[in-house]
């Protein structure tokens, strides 16, 4: 069986008559835009003959290429999942091709697509995801940031500041600290903090915010209990109080997915929410419209802050840190009898 030998560079420029140089130009791009007759007479060889443009090529010819990587934390969880779809948005609305990847909080698979999208010449990257404590890994992502930045590609950040790019940063502290004083304005006093794992940012500093703001009006939470960052994780951070027999009246997980797997704890323990306890989270994910008790929680504008990441990635420039606020949206979880 014959194979049909694949169209190349130097075939349209012979059915043109142009240089392959000239042909290169107009299929893959350059700085020398060639007169529009020529451009004309390329593009009609390449359409008649079936040429397709090399990706590689194509990025040699412009610096860069039209991908923009997503690198997020957990596809899964729907957190991360909001914000990324407003950075394909934004990204499709530009005719960018977007790819994804879950680092799984893994600092060095981080890195290492981070490196993987400089060697493709991508124009641009969001990274989504809290900023880890741990010092050592924390300055090798900032080298390999300050080394994808340098090969010219722009770059932004939601959620991990503290690095030499654009970042977008939720105001976590603030928000905590206004569930806490909206809690306790609705009466409840006996407070357990599903805290999230201390090496992450977000967890920490939610939970501090909303500690504070409880020191603030005289209350100190009963119990902060560690947990992963995960349904799972609130599932089994609620079952653990409960088995210690704490004397809770209301449960503030620091993001709503914990939030939502502690509420099947007390589900499946037999404990009634709001009325023996109430529940609270933080995100406003949209898997929260099928819950019920409808769950109290912090709203933050997540699509929006994957367009503005792009928006800032695209741009360039020096690097600036945009915050976004957020509101406190109370539910039926957390209503008092």
């Known amino acids: 069986m014959n ?4 169209v190349t560079l130097l075939d349209v420029a012979q059915r043109a008559g142009v240089s392959v140089a ?19 007479r390329v593009k009609a060889a390449a359409d008649e003959l079936g040429y397709t443009p090399n990706a590689q090529a194509q990025a040699l010819a412009k610096s860069s290429t039209n991908l923009v990587g997503i690198l997020v934390h957990d596809i899964e969880d729907p ?6 779809n407003g ?31 400089r060697a493709q010449r991508a124009r641009a990257a969001v990274m989504i995801g809290s900023r880890r404590t741990d010092e050592a890994s924390l300055a090798r992502t900032a080298t390999e940031v300050e080394t994808f930045l340098n090969s010219g590609a722009g770059l932004a950040l939601v959620s991990q500041s503290g690095m030499p790019a654009h970042t977008i940063e939720p105001d976590n502290r603030a928000g905590a600290a206004e569930m806490a004083r909206s809690l306790v304005r609705l009466g409840w006093r006996k407070f357990a903090v599903l805290g999230g794992p201390d090496s992450l940012a977000t967890a920490r500093d939610r939970r501090e915010g909303f500690v504070a703001a409880l020191a603030d009006a005289g209350l100190q939470p009963l119990v902060v209990q560690a947990g992963e960052f995960t349904r799972d994780g609130g599932y089994a951070a609620a079952g ?7 004397d809770v009246d209301c449960l503030f997980a620091v993001n709503d ?4 797997g502690a509420m099947s704890a007390l589900r499946a323990r037999g404990v009634d929410v709001p009325n023996e306890i109430g529940v609270a989270g933080f995100d406003d994910i949209a898997t929260l419209r099928d819950v ?5 929680t912090v709203r933050l504008p997540l699509e929006q802050m994957g367009r503005r990441a792009l928006e800032l990635a695209i741009a360039g420039g020096e690097p600036t840190t945009e915050t976004f606020k957020a509101e406190v949206v109370l539910r039926e979880s957390t209503a008092r009898a």
């Open 3 to 6: 194979l049909r030998a694949p």
């Open 22 to 40: 000239t042909a290169s130009r107009v299929l893959n791009g350059g700085d020398r835009v060639p007169r529009p007759e020529l451009q004309e």
């Open 79 to 84: 957190y991360f999942a909001a914000i990324a």
């Open 87 to 117: 950075v394909m948005r934004a990204a499709d609305e530009r005719n960018l091709l977007v790819m994804m990847a879950s680092t799984f909080r893994d600092s060095d698979r981080e890195i290492a697509y981070l490196s993987s999208l």
């Open 240 to 246: 653990e109080l409960l088995d210690r027999k704490a």
């Open 257 to 260: 997915v914990m939030a939502v």
């Open 292 to 296: 019920w008790p409808g769950l109290t």
